[in-house]
């Protein structure tokens, strides 16, 4: 558990490209003020409490506040930027090394304005998101994190070479891509989907990992069709009946956020972190919002392509190692066994042009979700060891292109790449 959670590993590299021409007004930005939350909310009751720790699930502030195995929000956690790396900072009340002491206002200021007490913060943190977020929920979740016990844990957050680390280059990031608005219920739609849309694009931040980035890091117009961090490939959330959840029932989309698996799918890598470190945590009424939310966004448009010919010489291949590896567990219909092993066709995973996800679980293998709603979790093995590039490339090609699946070939040289890329280990077969 820990490279994924470099979200906006992307994010933070074009950040600084972003900030070098706005130097300027970085400089003004600094002491820019920005409106006050309403005052009053907070009351430190028990209630308000418990209500701030649901909050902090449905924000996933423990993905990267908390090391794994390590003492509860108090930070450390390393981002890895192709710039060197950003720490997820120190929150619980000690006072030297953590946000003891710190008003409602600061805290604030920095969950929803992106300003933390040494200047802009690195955009790692998504405040890009949670500056959605209600005053009750800030106050909430403010009135919890005050009760989280002190931790004396010194973090170095800024390990940036020069200028990468000059914080004020970030103000042009943010002229670039970071509303500073609070939500607003998308007129017309019922008070259902307006909750699943607050919870999706404030505390929610789905669209960190499930919206393509451009160059500079901010998201593309074309949200939630789809993004890639990190060796995975988060795929695309619209009703596309291809590459989206088009084939989802509201049911399946409920069960895969409550237990990490659906009739289609089993959650693995930054997705599994996020079940079980947040959605499980959400009531059923939430969950149900979420997949209402969803399911009424635009399809997206990714054309499906023609599939490749079962006589292709590398679905031919792509067969014999599926039939020899694969199949005692998916199926030789690509079924799989419901809630336990994914069914690879009608598995939009496995339909999308980008096949990242694909060769890291299958390269590497996944440990099943591990949630109250499915305690044992079954595994995927890794096949790094067991296959040659072009063996695992065929087998890919070959379920990309079955039962009435189509998607792109999977080259030799993209496994090899992903080897690569992963840190997988070496065939032994050579
Ligand atoms: C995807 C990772 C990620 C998530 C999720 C996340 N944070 Fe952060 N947070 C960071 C990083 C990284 C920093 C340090 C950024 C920097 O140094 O510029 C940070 C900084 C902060 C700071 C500023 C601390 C300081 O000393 O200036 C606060 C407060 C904070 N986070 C609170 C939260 C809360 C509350 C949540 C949940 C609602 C949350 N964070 C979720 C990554 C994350
Ligand atoms: C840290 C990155 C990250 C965040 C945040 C995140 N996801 Fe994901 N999500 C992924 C990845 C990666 C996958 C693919 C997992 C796999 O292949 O097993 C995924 C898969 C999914 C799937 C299954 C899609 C399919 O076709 O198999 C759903 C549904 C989903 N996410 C919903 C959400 C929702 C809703 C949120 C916000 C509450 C969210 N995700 C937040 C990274 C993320
Ligand atoms: C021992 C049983 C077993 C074998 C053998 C096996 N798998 Fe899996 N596979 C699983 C399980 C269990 C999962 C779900 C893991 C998770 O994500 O939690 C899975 C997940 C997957 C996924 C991801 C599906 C998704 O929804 O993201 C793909 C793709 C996949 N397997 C392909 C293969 C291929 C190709 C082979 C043969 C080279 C293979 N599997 C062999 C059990 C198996």
Request: include cysteine.
């Amino acid at each position: 558990m820990s490279k994924f959670k470099t979200v906006a590993a992307a994010v933070i590299g074009c950040a600084i490209i972003g900030g070098v021409g706005f130097i300027a007004f970085a400089q003004y930005g600094e002491h820019k003020s920005f409106p006050a939350i309403k005052a009053g909310l907070l009351t430190g009751d028990t209630a308000q409490v418990q209500r701030g720790q649901y909050v902090a699930a449905a924000g996933d502030c423990a993905a990267c506040h908390t090391v794994p195995g390590g003492q509860t929000y108090a930070g450390g956690y390393a981002l890895q930027t192709p710039f060197g790396t950003i720490k997820a900072s120190n929150i619980t009340q000690d006072a030297d090394t953590g946000i003891g002491g710190w008003s409602l206002e600061q805290f604030d200021k920095a969950v929803r304005h992106g300003v933390g007490n040494h200047g802009y913060l690195y955009p790692a943190m998504p405040y890009n998101a949670y500056t959605k977020m209600s005053d009750q929920d800030i106050a909430d979740l403010y009135a919890y994190i005050k009760t989280v016990p002190a931790v004396k844990q010194k973090v170095v957050e800024n390990e940036l070479p020069f200028p990468f680390n000059q914080r004020m280059l970030l103000a042009g990031w943010n002229l670039l891509f970071f509303k500073d608005e609070r939500f607003a219920a998308i007129p017309g739609v019922s008070p259902l989907v307006s909750r699943g849309d607050y919870l999706v694009n404030g505390p929610g931040h789905c669209a960190a990992c499930h919206t393509a980035k451009n160059l500079l890091g901010g998201d593309v117009a074309e949200t939630f069709q789809g993004g890639t961090l990190q060796g995975w490939h988060a795929p695309d959330l619209t009703p596309n009946p291809h590459t989206g959840l088009g084939k989802w029932k509201a049911e399946d989309i409920v069960s895969y956020l409550k237990t990490g698996t659906s009739r289609q799918a089993a959650a693995a890598g930054p997705m599994l972190e996020a079940v079980e470190n947040s959605t499980q945590y959400l009531t059923d009424d939430d969950l149900h919002a979420i997949t209402a939310y969803l399911q009424q966004l635009p399809a997206s448009k990714a054309a499906v392509p023609v599939a490749v010919q079962s006589t292709d010489p590398q679905m031919v291949q792509g067969r014999l190692v599926f039939e020899s590896q694969c199949e005692a567990c998916h199926t030789s219909s690509g079924a799989g066994v419901r809630q336990m092993i994914p069914e690879l066709r009608n598995n939009a995973q496995v339909n999308v042009k980008d096949p990242s996800s694909l060769l890291n679980v299958v390269l590497k293998g996944a440990d099943g979700p591990i949630t109250a709603g499915n305690p044992t979790g079954a595994g995927m093995p890794r096949f790094d060891w067991k296959l040659a590039d072009e063996d695992i490339a065929a087998v890919q090609t070959y379920i990309r292109n079955s039962w009435g699946n189509s998607a792109s070939k999977v080259t030799a040289e993209q496994v090899k790449a992903s080897r690569a890329e992963l840190g997988a280990k070496a065939w032994l077969g050579r």
